[in-house]
């Protein structure tokens, strides 16, 4: 990672097409630092020899998918923790990729998008292995700069990976008219519009001659003791992959790139549509109020992964489509929920309040009770910032850990974390029910890290969690000890 906050990957295409479900739409060779090229590992000079090297720079089309075999723990978490709150631009130039983590609105999380829950699939372990240059440049997307030389001292390489599944975006696109007004996005020309989720290894073998096609159950194992063997990389546990959880088997592996469209365009704006012909049969599911029914399910999905602003996108979109149907009074309701996801609160929370006084129609319910149930909701989908009070602001974080657990989102119970313990510290220890209600945010986030099996960050929480409850109280020995008993108790998914 670089001091500006996002970390820089080499990107060198590849034009090949694997098969099976990590099938690539066409690849690329990833480095992270030219600076460290072995000498004679240029990727220039190498890839000039190949037909490859020819269009190394090609992106393949508005798409392409290449592997981040090469990122580190550190890259693999911060992309992991980006992904959790926004949609993740990069900009793609002169064979490289720049991940522009600053990319993002930092009052509105999701203001371009959010990545909904994984998909999990039921996929098996690839092998591919790499004997000479133009194989390493033909089948795999490794940087030649670190890789390179390894093939050209006569190592075989093989990388054995597994794709568990997929996670994918609540944008299908986005213009360039929607980045204008943030100049941190002013370089990107792709985002991520999915990635793929798995576990890989890569070895080199000296002296190896094509044995390709381990079993899972002999990675690591001295499967090819005939010959040196060295681990250039791993990411995750290709034997976690065989069990049910997959818990080691869900770092990105691949992403999906998608362009960014330079020209906004309407995809609602459309010519009156003529009469269809005696010989054409009428697609009804093509009709714009059919159109603006799905855009209004989509609405509804979006703001449930947290997508406020593409909620409202589509709502509009669907307005406009059949002007008639938005009147439903039940799309008041959605409205409102997106209006607080995107930063817009209190517009949310004045529809809301309307939508809820418009349902009493027999006026049962007083200003009051309708005030408190606008403002129950509020404190669920108004962003943290946005909270006005103590309370809001600890039902936010709460509510954003329910979601990240539900999710597997690890990252999200270690933001909410730091955010239940900043809180914690400017309440005053006497006013104890306010600060137990506080710091028991803590405890929850790493309740939440243990359900992952996170449990070195669990287990570094729940330590956190009881400095900050009882070290006024207590001996800092004592409040060790209890903070190791209780975790000992609780933490069952990490005892083994």
Known sequence: MGTQGHARVWILLLGTVLSGTAALASGCVATRNLDTAPAGSEPSKMLDKTAVGKNRCDAGGSNFAPFVVEWDATDLSTFEAKAARDVVFVRYEDCQIELLYSCSDNGIPG?????????????????????NEDEL?????????????????????ELQYFVSGVVTSTRNAISRAALQDNPRCAGATHFVSAYNLGAFQLMAYKGATGQAGLDVKSVGAGARSSSESENLKQGGALESCETQSQRKCRVPIRLVLQTIDEASQDLDASAPIAAPSAAVVTNYEDRPESRARA??????????????????????????LDPSGGVDKSLAYTRG?????????????KIMRDYLAALDDKRRKTDKQLDQQVESMARGKCNLAEQKDLEGKVTRIYTAIGEAQRSGDAEACIAMAREGETLASRVPKQDVQKFNQVAGTVMQAAACLIKLERCEDGRSWWLRYYDLAFSHTMAEAEVRSAAEQTFAAHARECSS
């Open 111 to 131: 203001r371009y998008g959010r990545y909904q829950e994984p998909t999990f699939t039921s996929g098996t372990v690839e092998s591919i292995e790499i004997k």
């Open 337 to 349: 929920l997106c209006l607080m996801r995107a930063g817009q609160c209190d517009e949310g929370k």
């Open 295 to 320: 855009l209004r399910d989509s609405a509804g999905k979006k703001e449930a992964a947290g997508d406020g602003q593409g909620c409202l996108e589509d709502l509009e979109r669907a307005d406009r």
């Open 137 to 157: 440049f033909a089948k795999l997307p490794l940087g030649a700069v670190s890789f390179g030389a390894n093939v050209q001292m006569g190592e075989a390489l």
